[in-house]
């Protein structure tokens, strides 16, 4: 059910992300000496990360959780100059975002995979007359979200 607000989010971050880069880009070559430099070293780090928005997600999540970090302490210096930090800020939130929807997602379908072996347990010991029901009404509602996207 929460595979729609993990996809926002996951856009909303890759589409942070992006914009950081395009931002640090439009840097480079800025007749600015500190700002160009400071470009030069965010575009590395950038390239050191190498993240794909494509990449899975909870990888995505992680590498973007340290790349931040990174922004925050190592090259605040580098942020500040070229005003990025509320890209910086933004970015951290969402990702933040991701990373507990994703969780949350991951314990309710161990919740339900312990359900499910519960019931198929039970139904095994004592028949599946006892279970049918409630099986297939277990069934519908599952059926039921995944016809309308969740």
């Given amino acids: 059910m929460?595979?729609?607000?993990?996809?926002?989010?996951?856009?909303?971050?890759?589409?942070?992300?992006?914009?950081?880069?395009?931002?640090v880009n439009g840097f480079r070559n800025l007749p600015?000496?500190?700002?160009?430099?400071?470009a030069k070293v965010l575009t590395q780090h950038i390239k050191d990360y190498a993240i794909d928005p494509k990449m899975q997600l909870d990888k995505e999540?992680?590498?973007?959780?340290?790349?931040?970090?990174d922004l925050e302490k190592k090259y605040s210096s580098e942020v500040q100059t070229l005003s990025l930090g509320a890209f910086v800020t933004?970015?951290?939130?969402?990702?933040?975002?991701?990373?507990?929807?994703t969780a949350t997602r991951k314990a309710s379908d161990e919740a339900y995979r312990l359900l499910v072996q519960f019931v198929n347990a039970y139904a095994l010991?004592?028949?599946?007359?006892?279970?049918?029901?409630?099986i297939d009404y277990v069934n519908t509602e599952i059926n039921d979200l995944t016809?309308?996207?969740?």
């Fill in 2 to 23: 929460l595979t729609d607000d993990i996809a926002t989010a996951d856009a909303e971050h890759d589409g942070l992300y992006s914009g950081y880069k395009k931002a």
């Fill in 32 to 38: 600015v000496e500190n700002m160009a430099k400071a």
């Fill in 61 to 69: 999540t992680g590498l973007l959780m340290n790349f931040i970090d």
């Fill in 90 to 101: 933004a970015l951290k939130a969402a990702n933040e975002k991701v990373r507990t929807l």
């Fill in 125 to 134: 010991i004592e028949g599946d007359s006892k279970y049918l029901s409630f």
């Fill in 147 to 150: 016809q309308i996207g969740h």
